[in-house]
């Protein structure tokens, strides 16, 4: 096989269910160059995999069998040393690509770019679902708004993200930490490397099948958040110094609407306990899941009410204007009532599990999420 010019790399660790699906996807791609994909598994826990490397043996596809468990950091390292691609597109075994064209479109946006979050969108297939989905379209939005106004990265998604051999090799590679895409995209920020959103193409991805399984995978995901946040605040403190802080602050805005209840509640009550009474429940939540839920219903009542609603609607309003006119150029489908229902009540529950997991990594001073589970 001539010289690849754009690797693929994938992670699997023990089960492989979806796989089969993704590398006919790949293998099926319509390129005027030559690729790769690197396959890293871990552990393989199933048959599928024996059967996947007698199916693609000799063709454009490399297996790396681990049956001793090296974990994602470093498996995503080894593939790079592996890799003889110029672009580097790293992807969850469970997304799904429907475009035959993705992988072009992709080289052609990394001929003028270094790093790159490519556009994910859910998988609809439940209620649960109707309202995650709104989730990727604010990511979407604080990636776009990042790229056109701060021309940086500040963070990846690494369900589906590229990188170019040299900017992954001057950052060093991927860091042992719990949010490894989250970790190299934000230190790339203080490369300079110049950063795209790539819309024109996407990946589909599930999300989880009930509301345990979310509660349970978005703290940790906070949780992880956190703590990388907590090793890394003379960082975040020199970047909020530099310029384009209103950008920043825009994008954190579109990707977090929840903050609209905390602040609400906040601004517009000179009660110290009704100020005080959303951390309170917060302190709780950090050590008790059930208390969550309760915490998100007295924020989502307590804001309709006066005075909170007239704050609430302000920047609900703003929220919209700023989301809504970004999101229709970025190809994302707006249901009014899903949107609205995402507003009430899906952020607000989201919002309180990040600030139950910052309780529970700064003030109980704890690393995982074992005794919280639901």
């Given at each position: 096989?001539?010289?690849?010019?754009?690797?693929?790399?994938?992670?699997?660790?023990?089960?492989?269910?979806?796989?089969?699906?993704?590398?006919?996807?790949?293998?099926?791609?319509?390129?005027?160059?030559?690729?790769?994909?690197?396959?890293?598994?871990?552990?393989?826990?199933?048959?599928?995999?024996s059967?996947?490397?007698?199916?693609?043996?000799?063709?454009?596809?490399?297996?790396?069998?681990?049956?001793?468990?090296?974990?994602?950091?470093?498996?995503?390292?080894?593939?790079?040393?592996?890799?003889?691609?110029?672009?580097?597109?790293?992807?969850?075994?469970?997304?799904?690509?429907k475009?035959?064209?993705?992988l072009?479109k992709?080289?052609?946006?990394?001929?003028?770019?270094?790093?790159?979050?490519?556009?994910?969108?859910?998988?609809?297939?439940?209620?649960?679902?109707?309202?995650?989905?709104?989730?990727?379209?604010?990511?979407?939005v604080?990636?776009?708004?990042?790229?056109?106004?701060?021309?940086?990265?500040?963070?990846?998604?690494?369900?589906?993200?590229?990188?170019?051999?040299?900017?992954?090799?001057?950052?060093?590679?991927?860091?042992n930490?719990?949010?490894?895409?989250?970790?190299?995209?934000?230190?790339?920020?203080?490369?300079?490397?110049?950063?795209?959103?790539?819309?024109?193409?996407e990946?589909?991805?599930?999300s989880?099948?009930?509301?345990?399984?979310?509660?349970?995978?978005?703290?940790?995901?906070?949780?992880?958040?956190?703590?990388?946040?907590?090793?890394?605040?003379?960082?975040?403190?020199?970047?909020?110094?530099?310029?384009?802080?209103?950008?920043?602050?825009?994008?954190?805005?579109?990707?977090?609407?929840?903050?609209?209840?905390?602040?609400?509640?906040?601004?517009?009550?000179?009660?110290?306990?009704?100020?005080?009474l959303?951390?309170?429940?917060?302190?709780?939540?950090?050590?008790?899941?059930?208390?969550?839920?309760?915490?998100?219903?007295?924020?989502?009542?307590?804001?309709?009410?006066?005075?909170?609603?007239?704050?609430?609607?302000?920047?609900?309003?703003?929220?919209?204007?700023?989301?809504?006119?970004?999101?229709?150029k970025?190809g994302?489908q707006?249901?009014?009532?899903?949107?609205?229902?995402?507003?009430?009540?899906?952020?607000?529950?989201?919002?309180?599990?990040?600030?139950?997991?910052?309780?529970?990594?700064?003030?109980?001073?704890?690393?995982?999420?074992?005794?919280?589970k639901?």
């Open positions: 096989m001539s010289h690849p010019k754009l690797s693929v790399i994938i992670t699997v660790y023990r089960e492989a269910k979806t796989l089969p699906r993704l590398l006919s996807q790949l293998s099926s791609q319509k390129t005027s160059f030559p690729y790769e994909i690197i396959v890293m598994i871990d552990e393989p826990a199933d048959k599928i995999i059967t996947l490397i007698e199916e693609y043996r000799g063709r454009n596809i490399r297996f790396d069998v681990s049956h001793v468990r090296r974990g994602k950091v470093s498996a995503l390292n080894t593939a790079i040393g592996l890799a003889r691609g110029d672009v580097l597109v790293f992807l969850d075994n469970d997304v799904e690509i475009d035959e064209f993705f072009e992709i080289n052609r946006w990394m001929e003028k770019f270094d790093i790159a979050e490519i556009k994910k969108k859910i998988h609809i297939d439940s209620f649960l679902s109707r309202l995650v989905y709104y989730d990727y379209v604010s990511f979407g604080a990636s776009y708004i990042f790229e056109k106004h701060v021309k940086r990265c500040a963070g990846l998604n690494g369900a589906a993200m590229a990188l170019t051999r040299k900017a992954i090799k001057d950052l060093g590679g991927f860091k930490c719990i949010l490894e895409d989250m970790d190299i995209g934000f230190r790339s920020y203080f490369t300079g490397y110049p950063f795209k959103y790539i819309f024109d193409t990946v589909i991805v599930y989880p099948h009930s509301i345990r399984e979310w509660l349970n995978q978005r703290m940790r995901w906070s949780v992880g958040a956190w703590l990388w946040i907590r090793e890394h605040l003379f960082h975040f403190a020199y970047a909020g110094n530099r310029h384009n802080v209103v950008e920043s602050l825009a994008a954190l805005f579109a990707m977090f609407p929840g903050s609209i209840f905390f602040a609400s509640m906040f601004f517009a009550s000179d009660t110290p306990l009704v100020k005080t959303p951390f309170v429940l917060s302190l709780l939540g950090g050590l008790i899941a059930t208390v969550i839920p309760i915490m998100t219903v007295f924020e989502m009542f307590s804001s309709l009410l006066p005075p909170f609603i007239f704050v609430f609607l302000v920047l609900l309003v703003l929220y919209s204007l700023l989301v809504l006119p970004i999101s229709v970025l994302f707006v249901h009014l009532v899903n949107f609205l229902l995402y507003l009430f009540v899906y952020s607000p529950l989201w919002f309180s599990v990040l600030i139950a997991a910052f309780i529970r990594v700064f003030i109980f001073q704890k690393k995982d999420i074992s005794g919280w639901i």
